[in-house]
């Protein structure tokens, strides 16, 4: 087992081990002990924390089993020092999410707020080392509850989750919770203790999912459309705050709309979400476009009509919107079709079939010629522009679009992405990563023997210098 160097001792305490039949329960990390106040202690040294509490420990006394004894290289009734744990700075077993499954059979119908019991769980748990397959018991509300642990992802880039085995309780660990229909248990409120978390990853850095130079429009659609989300509805019912139906991002192409509405999908209900082509959905046969509108929110209207306010939310992202939604009587066809398709649009947003767990993203180029129905209050309400980077965040997006080439060597030392910054005024984010392409074609292309293209590459020595950059600048 690990050593943890972080282990600091601001109080030291003595303990005597014991070996009662406690401690055959214990879990390899956790050993029992008297008090809940020793539970973010452990012993210097080792991977042994105090987690368990049984009554019929002493006080004074931790109990071990036979593993732990050795890993903590005691015997029974020696004394061992336990100290607080203070995780080092970079601790790399930090928790990102947590799936845990009831276990425990409830009483029928009981129901569990995810939120509350996170907030519990971590109390309790923090900086506790969890691994798969592990039982908890837990006290929630008076009951005991048994839960295992099911997963735990610890990969801090939130594309690449990544399963392992085990990790550590922290503040930004994230718990999904799972119970059978068997267990009789319901669990409310599991959306909100995700929103919840995703809340908290605004402060994350976007560039490490790869999109530069939008940090501040990202807290502001956050501010805007989910702040409310983080709250439990009967909160939310108290204040009177409604949800928000729709998002319209505008600004220039190729500056991240569609990176961004998609990761927003991504981030509230954690699938890759749904994006239609506004063009797309035109079709030359009457009543077809309609259908096809219609049939965008049928997944949408089956779970409301059945799952009620359990529906999970459904977000779905029309690029190029302006394509369906032009003003209205402004179509030049004057077959109406434009106008119905808004209003078939309206309908599901706000209207006589309004669903209420839809979030409709709308990406456009051209705002100014969307109808202007569509963007008043409950309909695509908030308004973010998605504008051309300014010069830091040149250097973020330059950076995102380099980091593979960097990771391998491929980038020379002497490519200063600062400077190309400077240099790319008005360039938008499509236009770097096209900038990238060029310089990195470049430097392809000066391996390459144009006589005898069979002659095998000498891979390891590319590099792909500033002057390539330059180059592909001046294109
Ligand atoms: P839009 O929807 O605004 O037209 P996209 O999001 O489709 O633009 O951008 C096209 C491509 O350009 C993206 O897939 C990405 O590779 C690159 N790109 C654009 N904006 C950014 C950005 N802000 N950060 C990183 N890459 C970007």
Not at 323 to 343: E, F, L, M, P, Q
Request: glycine fraction near 6%; charged fraction near 25%.
């Amino acid at each position: 087992m690990a050593d943890r160097s972080g282990s600091q001792s601001s109080v030291d305490i003595t303990m005597k081990v014991t070996t009662t039949p406690e401690a055959h329960l214990a879990f390899t990390n956790l050993a029992y002990c008297s008090t809940s106040d020793l539970s973010q202690f452990a012993i210097p040294g080792t991977d042994l924390f105090l987690a368990n509490v049984a009554d019929s420990i002493q006080d004074g006394t931790i109990a071990l089993n036979a593993v732990q004894r050795r890993h903590a290289r005691v015997s029974a009734d020696d004394m061992v020092t336990i100290a607080r744990f203070v995780p080092p700075e970079k601790f790399d077993l930090t928790l990102l999410a947590l799936d845990l499954q009831f276990v425990k059979k409830g009483t029928k119908n009981e129901q569990v707020d995810a939120v509350v019991l996170s907030t519990q769980l971590k109390k309790k748990f923090m900086y506790q080392v969890f691994t798969v397959g592990q039982r908890v018991t837990f006290e929630f509300h008076g009951t005991n509850y048994i839960l295992t642990v099911d997963q735990a992802v610890v990969e801090a880039d939130w594309n690449k989750k990544s399963g392992i085995g085990r990790g550590m309780i922290c503040n930004d660990t994230y718990f999904v919770f799972e119970a059978s229909n068997a267990s009789g248990i319901k669990i409310m409120n599991q959306r909100e203790a995700a929103t919840r978390k995703i809340f908290k990853e605004k402060e994350f850095n976007l560039e490490s999912l790869g999109i530069g130079g939008l940090n501040a429009e990202f807290v502001e659609i956050f501010r805007r459309a989910f702040a409310y989300r983080t709250y439990p509805l009967h909160v939310r019912n108290r204040i009177g705050a409604k949800n928000v139906k729709g998002i319209l991002l505008y600004g220039p192409p190729g500056t991240g709309k569609t990176l961004m509405a998609r990761q927003i999908g991504k981030m509230l209900n954690g699938k890759e979400p749904k994006i239609v082509n506004g063009p797309e959905v035109l079709s030359k046969f009457v009543g077809e476009t309609e259908k096809n509108v219609r049939d965008l929110f049928a997944d949408a209207e089956n779970d409301q009509r059945t799952l009620g306010d359990d529906s999970e939310l459904h977000v779905i992202i029309f690029d190029e919107i302006d394509a369906i939604c032009k003003s209205r009587g402004s179509s030049r066809d004057g077959t109406g079709v434009h106008d119905s398709i808004v209003n078939q649009l309206l309908t599901k947003i706000d209207g006589v079939e309004a669903l209420n767990n839809v979030l409709v993203i709308g990406m456009t180029n051209r705002m100014d010629m969307l109808d202007e129905a569509l963007l008043r209050s409950g309909r695509l309400e908030v308004h973010i522009e998605i504008g051309l980077p300014d010069e830091a965040g040149r250097v973020q997006i330059l950076h995102i679009h380099t980091k593979m080439m960097k990771e391998n060597s491929f980038l020379a030392p002497d490519v200063n992405l600062q400077e190309l910054a400077a240099q790319t005024k008005n360039y938008s984010g499509a236009e770097l990563e096209g900038v990238v392409k060029s310089a990195t074609s470049y430097a392809l292309n000066r391996h390459l023997d144009i006589e005898d293209l069979s002659k095998p590459v000498d891979e390891e020595n590319i590099k792909v210098t500033m002057d390539d950059f330059l180059q592909a600048l001046r294109e």
